[in-house]
């Protein structure tokens, strides 16, 4: 179906957006780095701005009816549907569970939009549908509300899910990246990268020998516990998805104007994911997780809280990685296991498309 | 990319849900009608089964911190993106306002879920997004959070957006499909089918000669004075969207077990609407709306709620179109122009794909 219509350009708002950049739309724009923040910023932030919208968060935490109800939306697309470890049913409800937990909530509710590709094998979404179900009962959420669309066949790819939670934030908690203070500690609650790889290993042409599976988890009763532990140590959560470790950290000093420095030895990376990205040239700080998420806490609570996710199933690997400094702001630094010091910017363009 | 992986069946969950039908999905499972509804209950709703869901409303009401919240969800797939009267991004913003408001919800806040397909003009998602910010603007509802994922050429179809709003339902309040009784009137707040025959009437292969332009609107405004003016009165509220007037009455009749007569005369149908169904055969009770709503109330308050709905700018062909009986538990029956009864099916298949 091919429109004929053509709006009257005239009649639109006469809109001041610059946007920079190509005139289309491109991967790399959902990569989860600079571009995606470009767009993010200069469309999307610019037309719809507004208070909640500001700290740019995974999630909005907003004022209703006397409580603090986090909101937070993702679609996924990730191909293909099937992957070790989890399919897109399963990571849509970890997804949005790891947003609600990084504003601290506990999540209460999710609503499922499926955009299905008219083809798709029945036996194929029924797998997804009790994919959803087993996760969002580990979690102890419900599915609450729903929307199915189908499109015509080649006009979507199988099968598209937004997962939207909202989640209550508990008195006194209140995280957010403009709170990670000089002299706070970064850590990371397992090893890095594994999510992208496992979905890379199974994408056609790019495939290892390797067992990898995706480390795809919800990740809110480990960042329950560490705030129950730890309520005002805890100043900012992250789950560093697509754009990786790298790019979340990026955003972060950028939002609080710090420095981050971070050293190369401590970040846990799995042996056959550091092969795998020597073997595609890839940087494991960029690539995608899905199960794991960053702390930066007080100095003070490092000890207690790295306890405390150690003792988590989902935080055995769990480690401090670096530190918030003043010097620097803005900026992410890396100390070598060569022992040099470089600066690791923000991913710039797509380094793995349809991760989730 | 096709996946090479191939999940191992048998380490998948052993699962119930029988699932009649075809074993694919057609895009008559979009549709709105008794595909929809038996794919939704014979799997989501089978799978995800909890007290939230039971309604099978627009949107789920939860109890969150004492306050009564309504929360619901939609994907829009509309094709083409831009059409007479609106684009899908006005779209998505009523589409969502209109659910909360059937569940007699005042919005909260919107999170917005783009699916973007790699090469679309990026003058094309500006305008879109301007158009949201515009829509949003007018029902004074914040776009609170969002998510842009990218996907490749030929996977997607330009923009698909997810919109999820959060709205509070005020105390007194308590819409439910299941309170359609017999005596209640049926009440539409203005002429149906403009949605659906605007967006046919730019589908390539079957333009017509008609200045006809979407009726997309956000209804929040109008059932706000609904409910102020007979909060207790006020049964069910239903925006007939995919499936039209004909299936939503349907799906009330089901959950109310009761009856629902019509009268044709009284259903106002614009002559541009009549002339368009006639031609390909359709029957405008079946036909998308996306700024019109059905109000099902008690008799006693009829009058008083039809000149509120006509005094509004949104309601001005408002019109009793039928009763709530006791005979006939599950039926919509319609006195027709001709004087004779027939049954009013739910839609069985696809009338229009891709309406909203």
């Known amino acids: 179906m091919n429109g004929r219509y ?44 507004n ?10 935490v ?31 409800v970890h997804g949005t569970v790891n947003d609600l937990s990084m504003c601290g909530a506990s999540p209460v509710g999710l609503a499922a939009g499926f955009i299905l590709e008219e083809g798709l094998p029945m036996e194929d979404l029924r797998r997804v549908t009790l994919s959803m179900r087993d996760a969002a009962e580990r979690v102890g959420v419900p599915i609450v509300t729903g929307d199915t669309k189908v499109v015509d066949r080649g006009k979507g790819d199988g099968v598209f899910i937004n997962t939207t939670g909202i989640g209550l934030v508990p008195p006194g908690i209140d995280l957010s990246p403009v709170k990670a203070r000089p002299g706070d500690v970064v850590m990371c ?11 890379m290993s199974v994408r056609e042409g790019i495939e290892f020998e390797t ?7 919800p990740l809110h009763d480990l960042v329950a516990r560490l705030l129950l532990e730890s309520p005002e140590e805890v100043h ?39 092969g795998a990205c020597e073997i595609l040239g890839l940087d494991p700080l960029y690539v995608a997780n899905e199960g794991v998420c960053l702390v930066i806490a007080a100095r003070v609570a490092a000890k207690r809280l790295l306890h405390t996710m150690r003792g988590h199933p989902l935080g055995r690997d769990s480690a401090i990685i670096g530190e ?22 923000m991913m710039s363009g797509e380094q793995l498309p349809r991760i989730c």
């Not at 208070?51 to 909005?60: F, K, N, V, Y």
């Open 62 to 92: 907003l004022e209703v009816g006397g409580s603090r109800l986090a909101f937070s939306t993702d679609s996924f697309v990730v191909s293909p549907i099937f992957f070790p470890g989890g399919d897109v049913g399963s990571l849509a």
């Open 324 to 345: 918030v400094v003043r010097d620097e702001p803005s900026k992410v630094l890396i100390r070598t296991r060569a022992g040099g010091t470089r600066l690791v910017q």
């Open 189 to 199: 609650s397992g090893s890095v990268g594994v999510h992208g790889i496992a979905i």
């Open 6 to 49: 053509r709006p009257d350009i005239s009649r639109g708002p006469r809109c001041p957006l610059p946007l920079d950049g190509p005139a289309e739309v491109t991967l790399a724009h959902g990569g989860g780095g600079r571009m995606t923040q470009t767009l993010i910023e200069q469309l999307f932030f610019t037309a719809f701005r």
């Open 51 to 60: 208070p909640a919208l500001e700290p740019l968060h995974d999630g909005a």
């Open 236 to 274: 900012v959560l992250r789950d560093p998805t697509r754009g990786g470790v790298a790019s979340a950290l990026n955003e972060i000093a950028a939002q609080a104007k710090v420095g981050i420095r971070l050293d190369e030895r401590s970040i846990p990376v799995r042996d056959e994911v550091r």
């Open 211 to 217: 067992s990898l599976e995706s480390d795809s988890a």
